[in-house]
């Protein structure tokens, strides 16, 4: 038998209610002052890759009163803090620490007391919204059961970080995670809005160095010598067909060639040229055959302009790789769901894949029995947003010297998002 229910409470049933959102949303309102407090001292006073002495001590004084258990020095200038609490997974939630070689140009009261660096993408907001997390995981121990792992990273913007962790024993001194969650502040969404994406989120990045040899003489006379500059120009223009005559159409692939040097004179043909290139991807496939076609370029370039073989080109690959960052189906599905529920459908979007790079992605990579996710919280503030109608490309980006977000608007969103993920990941 079929009962009609009154509209009322048909709506009551069908509407999405927010977990923990009145006493979580309460608490982190409460702190918020604290936070602020704290976020503006670590911004007014930023560090370089492996040189986060001050600002790791901040996090790791802060998880101690909280009850962590507590490690420094991991992976260089790194924080590991544990909380073991009962029977069940095992959750690590990450922020990075380090600042950008930026001169800061936003005018804010507490910019940069460091001459020459800036928190320039925000780790500022992530190293923040981690001492939020910890202090409302450890107030609400009693409705969690398992073992939460905190880390504080160091030298994500080098790229070297998250290897230097893992090569200290991340996953062997310590309890290695079940899942793995992690957020970064965005400068492409209106503040207090959550970005997701399924699938690869970050690319793959790989930094390459190309030497092109050739035999210097005097600009009158050319053809006594073999002009590298023209070699490397060559190579340049050739490289772009890697990805518009070699990439399939629907992958996606970038080779930028960032820096172009050579000569020193008006009239001097020199004896060598360098190039620096960038190259981005998401697939395996495609960052292999990419790597190896800037190798194979340069070498037929070189060989076309006469070059013989033991003065071809010399192509290198420098070590601030990073892998591209894969958000997992089952973790991704079930964190997008609750957010929705928790923020309401206008406070989460669906993203693209950017190419951008993060080395979150090596904790997945190191086991791939781990479930993990990075998503987005937007920061860009809201008057800024509307008067831009939402246009980035009229908005500062990330790494600008004036990327200032709405600090209060990602913290409290990343502490809350945070929190009821972790929540959800280790419920009894």
Request: charged content about 20%; overall charge neutral.
């Amino acid at each position: 038998m079929k009962i009609a229910l009154p509209l009322i409470a048909l709506a009551t049933m069908l509407s999405p209610a927010p977990a923990y959102a009145d006493p979580l949303q309460q608490a982190i309102a409460a702190d918020m002052p604290s936070l602020i407090a704290i976020y503006r001292d670590l911004h007014a006073n930023p560090e370089l890759g492996f040189k986060e002495t001050r600002s790791a001590g901040i996090m790791a004084a802060e998880a101690k009163k909280a009850g962590f258990e507590v490690t420094i020095g991991v992976g260089g200038t790194g924080v590991v803090a544990v909380m073991k609490n009962g029977p069940g997974p095992v959750l690590m939630l990450r922020a990075d620490m380090d600042a950008l070689p930026v001169t800061e140009a936003t005018g804010v009261p507490y910019a940069s007391r460091t001459k020459g660096v800036m928190h320039a993408c925000g780790h500022d907001t992530h190293m923040t919204s981690w001492i939020g997390i910890a202090r409302r995981m450890a107030a609400m121990k009693s409705s969690w059961s398992g073992t939460l792992v905190m880390i504080g990273q160091p030298a994500e913007e080098i790229g070297s970080g998250a290897r230097a962790m893992l090569k200290d024993g991340l996953f062997t001194r310590f309890p290695k995670p079940d899942v793995a969650i992690a957020f970064h502040d965005s400068a492409s969404l209106p503040a207090g809005t959550i970005g997701v994406v399924d699938g690869y989120i970050m690319a793959n990045v790989d930094s390459v160095d190309v030497l092109v040899k050739g035999v210097g003489g005097h600009g009158a006379y050319p053809h006594l010598a073999k002009d590298p500059i023209v070699i490397a120009s060559r190579i340049v223009t050739t490289l772009q067909t890697l990805i518009s005559r070699e990439t399939d159409p629907l992958a996606s692939g970038v080779v930028t060639v960032g820096s172009f040097q050579a000569g020193t004179k008006h009239n001097i043909i020199p004896p060598e040229a360098r190039l620096q290139i960038t190259v981005r991807s998401y697939e395996p496939e495609v960052r292999q055959h990419l790597l190896d076609g800037i190798d194979r370029i340069a070498k037929a370039e070189a060989m076309a302009a006469g070059m013989p073989d033991d003065a071809l080109p010399v192509v290198t690959r420098t070590d601030d790789n990073t892998p591209a960052t894969f958000n997992t189906h089952d973790i991704t599905g079930k964190l997008t769901g609750l957010f929705v529920t928790r923020f309401g459908q206008d406070r989460v979007r669906t993203t693209k894949p950017q190419m951008g790079g993060e080395d979150f992605s090596r904790y997945y990579l190191a086991d791939k029995s781990i479930q993990s996710m990075l998503f987005w919280v937007g920061g860009v503030p809201k008057d800024k947003w509307d008067a831009a109608k939402g246009d980035i490309t009229r908005l500062p980006s990330i790494h600008s010297p004036f990327w200032a977000p709405d600090a209060e608007a990602v913290i409290s969103t990343a502490v809350d998002a945070m929190t009821s993920a972790a929540m959800s990941v280790l419920k009894k």
